[in-house]
């Protein structure tokens, strides 16, 4: 994968802080509804009503959520946009790590392995391309990672 050109970068920006504003937009809003639902809570003294009001506060409560996670992943995404992020936009940071660790396995193996007869094994170890595919990002310019570390990222969150 190619890394993103000046003109996609600036497409990705646009799409997330439009995507940006309008969850601000929602978070707010829900926040707002959660609030007056609440408030209708201490005034309204019927049990079973009150039942369904806490569920809906709760799963309003899941949602806003949700989006906050989302609005940090796009600010993230947006800093790394801007050359302020943790890593470059567009790329995999753990792709970067495997890619990177192959290097340095192929330093030791040309380095020293080479004087001792076995050149050529070094340089058939497949390179990893640490950039997120153009379809994905395009569908998701928030992703942090590729479809496979991030499946990776999900297993790791579930289970811990
Ligand atoms: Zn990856």
């Known amino acids: 994968m190619p890394k993103p050109t000046k003109t996609e970068l600036a497409k990705y920006k646009q799409v997330l802080e439009k995507q940006l504003a309008s969850l601000r937009g929602d978070v707010g809003s829900m926040r707002d509804e959660a609030l007056r639902a609440s408030e209708q809570d201490a005034s309204v003294d019927h049990l079973a009503d009150q039942g369904t009001d806490n569920y809906d506060q709760g799963f309003m409560l899941g949602l806003i959520e949700n989006e906050e996670e989302t609005i940090k992943l796009i600010e993230e995404a947006l800093d790394r946009a801007a050359g302020k992020g943790d890593w470059d936009f567009g790329v995999c940071p753990l792709c970067l790590e495997e890619s990177e660790n192959l290097k340095k396995q192929k330093d030791v193996k040309t380095g020293k392995v080479s004087k001792a007869g076995k050149i050529g ?40």
Request: charged share 40%.
């Open 121 to 160: 094994k070094a340089g058939k170890a497949k390179a990893i391309d640490p950039w997120i595919p153009k379809a994905r990002l395009e569908y998701l310019p928030w992703a942090r990672f590729c479809v496979r570390h991030q499946e990776v990222e999900e297993r790791n969150r579930e289970s811990a």
